[in-house]
């Protein structure tokens, strides 16, 4: 049995998976192999593997090997290294990996929880705030899917910052493309976020009432899923909105904005319900009074948001230039509700970021951070679109992140030290990267120029995603004219097709609803959508009389200063803040020392003791675990300088008292005379296999305290 899966004798593909579930069948679900941990997610509870006791183990560790493997011993390796470290090589991050369901957000929380315990015991401060938030956060953006029914609908990145006394400062977050689509539908047994159904949970009669919200299972954004209805009335719920609803207190919302939100949340279900009719020029079918509950909550004229889910309105003239379809006052409908829902999301990561971030102001601010990542898996289903497209390009790019720090480390530290690495070979995927990422001619540039033109279509842009990149050895033309193409990623192929690509990356609300929407008098709304306070009391004058005119004049005015700032705003296609929230994420992380938790789903089922070996065989692949540990067999798995290397074993050599210069030829002597083979000297260290170091302490048996006082020189560099 070992703890670390590189030090077995014969490491390939079959003894990895088979320890890996010969442990898991133990209950032991973390694993090293080398640096990374492996943690298969046990789907259930394991006593006591978390508690205040395990905890207090996991603490200044220092050698890893002297405690079993954990998530707490790798919080506890990326606080101590944040302690002891000055400069870039202060900040850490957790790099949290796997697919749906493996237990990503369970192990960030785990990480997190671990590293605020181990500052709090320095001393106290904003900790409890932090790790409330997560009840939010997952309210809001997590939902039950057929995977995993808490899975996280966007991705995160959240900092803990230090003051000099190692206390946290505050925590920022970054968000990355939440799953907006959901709002509005739901896959065949899959659920709408969370948050939705802690509502009719929690909420009081007189709250519901205030809201205009009866009962859930009649809201269409709702009503596809009957037992996620059921459920609402079980005590979980219940004590699910509490925790919510406290957290929103505690963390610092003031009650205006509560009040905004969820009048939000209301608005958006309300606004599902309405209903549209007609041959070529739609109207509203639903009852008054749906239409009516909806703009109450939204804060905007009933009249006004009739005009702009129907017709789109010529701005100069301030007539209808064109009646739409019932279709499109779907879409226009859903769009809006889309929009509502993903800058409510946004403002709520923004205003956190204000209520728990560092203050500016405190001197004992330090520039040390830790970081945790826990972002979405590779993806690859039936059906891919734009959303897969851009998922996996950051996992295409954590990938290379990984590969640089594993693989490149390696052979850069052979090239540096003049030895020979050319047993190792390293597939780089930066071409491939390039053919999505690159300016002007790769695949999110094009989509770009596309989106930028009045007539473009996924049709052209599909061709020129065939003209520029057909030739790349990455990127494949299917063999008719389907709006398809696949892309060959690290983790396998992966057809997208290219429907809808273009609304996607542009992404854009009608100007008429942003129009509307600008006049609420729900502060938050007005906020999102850049509104003007005066502009909104002006527009609610004829609400009472139901005034159409003076609804149409104050939404062309409005839909003209919309225009205006869109003008100016130079609003990002979806495509282009993505890639530049990855550029800053990577640049982030590469100031920061890497941490990898790799986490395994071993069965579909989502049930204990199922360790399914082919879906874990292609976990490994797709997590470079496999080539990890080829490499790490194959390379050199220890590299003290000579000096360090000399401090310790030079009695092997040398008569005892005499000191030999520290050099190459020196810890050659050493090597030679204890019999080892295959070992290389650089410029400054000694290159080891794994078997050398068993050989050397086998020889060095007669002087044990020597030895241990060196224990912590041999690591991994
Ligand atoms: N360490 C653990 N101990 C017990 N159960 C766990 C553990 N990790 C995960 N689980 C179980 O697995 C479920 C899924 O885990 P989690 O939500 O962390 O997955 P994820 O990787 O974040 O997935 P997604 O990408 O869908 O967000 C959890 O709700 C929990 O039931
Ligand atoms: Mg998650």
Redesign the pocket.
Known sequence: QTDNLTELENLNEETLLNELKARYDRDQ?YTYVGEILV?V??????DG?YSDAKAAIYKDLGDRSVAPPH?FAVADAAFSAMINNTGEAANQVAVIS???????????K?FMKHVIYLSSLVAGGLEEKIIQLNPLLEAWG?AA?L???????FGKFVQLRFNDQHQIQGAVMADYLLEKSRVVSQGEGERNFHVFYLMFAGMNPDELEKYNLVDAAEHAYLNGNNEAIAEIKSPQMKALYKELADCIEDVGFTTEEKNDMWAILAGVLLTGDIEFAGEDEAYVVSADDVMNKACTQLGIVQDALTEALTCSINIMRGKAFRKYKPFEAEGARDAMSKALYGKTFRWIVRRVNQLLGPKRKSKALTDKDIGIL?I??FECFDLNSFEQLLINLANERLQQFFNNFIFKMELDEYAKEGIDGSQIDYEDNEELLQMIMAKPAGLLSLCDEEAKMPKGSDVSMTEKFHAELGSNKGYTRPRGNDLKFTIHHYAGKVEYSSDGFLDKNRDTLPIDVVGALRLSDNNLVRSLFDGDADDAKAAKKGKAKRDVANARKSLRMSMKKAAKQAAKSNKKTVGLEFKESLVSLMDEMSKASPHFVR?I?PNHA?KPAIFQNDMVTDQLRYTGMLETTRIRKEGYAFRPTFGDFLNRFKMLGFPFGVNPPVNEVSCGKVLDVAGCKGWQVGKTKVFLRYFHMDELNEKFKPFPAVRSGCRSLFVWA
């Open positions: 679900i943690a997610n046990p789907f259930k509870t394991i593997i998530i796997g697919e749906s369901g493996a237990g990503k957000t369970e192990s960030a785990l997590n899917t995977r995993n029914d808490n899975s996280s609908r826990d979405f898996g986490c789903k989502k």
